[in-house]
């Protein structure tokens, strides 16, 4: 057999190609975890989920005590005005949160009201789907985390959120965070965050710094597997609403009308 | 056989003469184009160094002109291999002068498509992530599959069908010999090199026409796969690939246009391509008014609160300058100057083109940003308005786009020399002999 030059292109390409594939596969194959975060602790068996007794949360006029914990836990900047605007827990009008309820028919003033809103941990949360990165994906208990370290700011799972529980960091934030937790790490501009339902406190087996604040007793925090616990007694006989059930995500975050 | 060593070039020498010599326009227009791309590079570095809050966008916005230059640079691609790879399939003869156009666009575009995501991006730095963390469940990652074939098919496909032109010019330019003597890889016209090279172009031909549509398709996904109103809709894949097609051939009637006026190429991109791609360009107007009606009509007759907030807000709200804009862009204006064969001259089809690609720039403005006020939320009057940043970012992509257009004519032949020799040549005794097997064979008339 001659061995044209063409020849010997032909066989040093598909051997190049050939040698090629192994690596290839191991690129795509590798299943690889989320690197465990110092903060994410083991809690297999759990189903974290919070309760928020509006009727409660709304004695006490204008208070701001859990939004105020969580975000000087968590180093949370506050930015002037709502363009940059990085919330964790935060309260938006009662009438607008809940609006296929029938207004017409409410207390007055009632829905003008702030009800707390935060992220709901869902079980079947669009943002891991949408992430090109794998910077946010869900714990076997429930939580869904973010990893600042790998976010390359694409913000598609702000565009797959519904709830609008997710913020960017348009610049940075460090300036802007009024006294620096050392506990918790601080965010770099270009990245998304929003609440991990306090993994680093649940590790240390205390509850979520906006649950520990209120002192109305409105946010009740646990483990839904758990038949005693307080959040299951909490959910158990009454009617509890869900933000937009109809979208399938199962939130984690119930409400007490 | 076309032994192109040993033939003349006299009679297409003009397709070579802005290769050999370069007029005063040319400086001035590179010029004008790098200082606005200069311009672009500092408003990037602007916002590298103080992160995204020096745009427009905002927690409740936060995708805006870039990602709308994204959707519509993806749909100028369609421009080009698409479109010269349908008409070589189809055989269409009168392909011959603009191909070489068409192609071009789609592998310069390309690169400002992929790179208006990563000017977006909060952390540019960690772009390679998406490689090395890659999630197959995201659309996104879909996309970069998509695309990153499509630039590799697009680009091989434009470097084949250039490799006989090459040829010529190691022969004849008599200039930058090496670099052709290196890229014409030995072509000397040879009966079965030829052979080869058709087969070659035969074969990217239809590899690149799936890709294409897959190509416009993830694109459309990327909205289609959230559960926002108005974009997680079915009807999102076909309507961008339709739109990508319309504005692909307003872009390349837009380019025929300048490159005739400037080049002195009216013997070449004669009023026939502009009239046979406006009749294109007019099928397409149709077929966009017909996606954006099915589209529209299917959220009004449902009547689902935040779907209408969403629609409201384009008809009459905020967004209504845009839509209607988009409307009179993509309709109104091109479609009376397309339906008469009076007014589909050069100017005619060059001027409804320019309209298009305004009109379809709205659209996909139009499509990202309103439903991003994100009714179901309510989070405080939604505002965006890009800020100098993104208009000069944007500036920059359009300006460095025309400067690597023009630097490649000054390069390489912008009409293919060896494809209208081969029309002369070859296809006319070939399209006679083709035109009879269309006919009855034998006298039928007894």
Not at chain 1, 21 to 47: Q, T
Request: glycine letters at 6%; a positive charge.
């Amino acid at each position: 057999m001659e061995l044209t030059r063409r020849r010997l292109f032909k066989i040093a390409g598909f051997t190049l190609l050939g040698l090629s594939v192994k690596p290839a596969l191991d690129v795509f194959s590798k299943v690889e975890l989320p690197e465990p975060s110092p903060i994410a602790g083991p809690s297999a068996v759990k189903r974290w989920a919070m309760a928020v007794d509006v009727k409660k949360c709304w004695s006490i006029e204008g208070c701001t005590d859990c939004i105020d914990a969580c975000h000087r836990v968590h180093n949370v900047p506050s930015f002037p005005g709502p363009k940059e605007e990085i919330k964790w827990i935060w309260t938006v009008p009662f009438g607008k949160a809940f609006a296929e309820h029938d207004q017409d028919l409410m207390e007055e003033g009632e829905a003008e009201k702030p009800l707390v809103l935060l992220c709901n941990h869902c079980d079947n949360p669009p943002c891991v789907r949408y992430c090109p990165t794998k910077a946010t994906w869900q714990r076997e208990d429930g939580i869904v985390m973010m990893d600042f370290h790998r976010c390359i700011g694409c913000r598609y799972c702000m565009a797959g959120c519904p709830y609008g529980s997710r913020s960017f960091n348009w610049r940075d934030p460090r300036p802007f965070i009024k006294k620096i937790n050392p506990e918790f790490p601080t965010r770099t501009k270009g990245v998304v965050e929003k609440c991990n339902f306090c993994v680093e406190r649940l590790a240390q087996g205390l509850i979520p710094a906006c649950v520990e604040a209120c002192k109305e007793k409105a946010l009740v925090f646990g483990d839904l597997k758990n038949p005693a616990s307080e959040i299951r007694k909490t959910l158990q006989d009454t009617i509890v609403y869900q933000r937009q059930p109809e979208l399938g995500t199962k939130p984690n975050v119930y409400y007490l009308l | 056989m076309l032994n192109i060593r040993h033939t003349k070039l006299e009679e297409d020498a003009i397709l070579l003469r802005p290769i050999l010599r370069t007029g005063k326009a040319f400086y001035v227009a590179v010029t004008i184009l790098s200082a606005l791309t200069l311009w672009g590079i500092y408003a990037y570095l602007t916002q590298y160094r103080t992160g995204l809050g020096v745009t427009g966008l905002s927690r409740q916005i936060f995708w805006g002109v870039y990602i709308t230059n994204f959707v519509f640079f993806i749909g100028i691609s369609h421009a080009g291999t698409l479109i010269s790879a349908v008409l070589r399939v189809t055989k269409a003869e009168w392909r011959r002068p603009i191909t070489r156009c068409a192609e071009l666009i789609t592998v310069i575009v390309l690169f400002f498509g992929v790179g208006s995501v990563l000017i977006d991006l909060g952390r540019p730095d960690r772009m390679l992530y998406v490689i090395r963390y890659a999630q197959f469940q995201s659309p996104l990652l879909w996309d970069v599959i998509s695309i990153g074939l499509y630039l590799m098919a697009s680009s091989i496909y434009l470097y084949v069908a250039l490799v006989p032109d090459i040829a010529i010019l190691r022969d004849h330019a008599g200039r930058r010999g090496w670099l052709y003597r290196i890229l014409a890889v030995g072509y000397a016209g040879t009966e079965q090199q030829h052979r080869r090279l058709e087969k070659t172009i035969a074969f990217m031909a239809v590899l690149v026409i799936p890709v294409a549509v897959s190509v416009h398709t993830v694109v459309s996904f990327v909205f289609a796969m959230t559960i926002q109103p108005m974009w997680h809709s079915a009807i999102f894949g076909p309507y961008f690939v339709a739109g990508a097609i319309f504005s692909g051939i307003a872009a390349l009637i837009l380019a025929m246009g300048l490159i005739r006026r400037f080049y002195h190429l009216e013997e070449y991109l004669k009023p026939i391509h502009f009239n046979n791609l406006g009749i294109l360009l007019l099928v397409m107007t149709l077929l966009w008014f017909y996606f954006t009606l099915a589209e529209y009509i299917t959220v009004i007759y449902g009547r689902e609160p935040v779907q209408m907030a969403i629609f409201w807000s384009k008809v009459t709200g905020t967004y209504a300058p845009y839509l209607w804009g988009m409307f009179l862009f993509c309709f109104l204006i091109p479609l009376p100057i397309l339906s008469f064969r009076k007014t589909r001259t050069v100017l005619g089809t060059s001027l409804a083109s320019t309209s298009v690609m305004i009109g379809m720039w709205l659209e996909r403005f139009v499509i990202i940003v309103p439903t991003l006020t994100r009714q179901r939320l309510v989070m405080g009057p939604p505002s965006y308005w890009p800020t100098w940043v993104e208009w000069s970012i944007m500036a920059g992509c359009f300006s460095f786009f025309i400067f690597l257009y023009l630097m490649f004519t000054k390069f390489f032949p912008i009409v293919s020399v060896w494809e209208m020799r081969e029309g002369r040549e070859k296809s006319m005794t070939e399209f006679a002999e083709r035109l009879k097997t269309y006919l009855p064979s034998k006298d039928v008339s007894h």
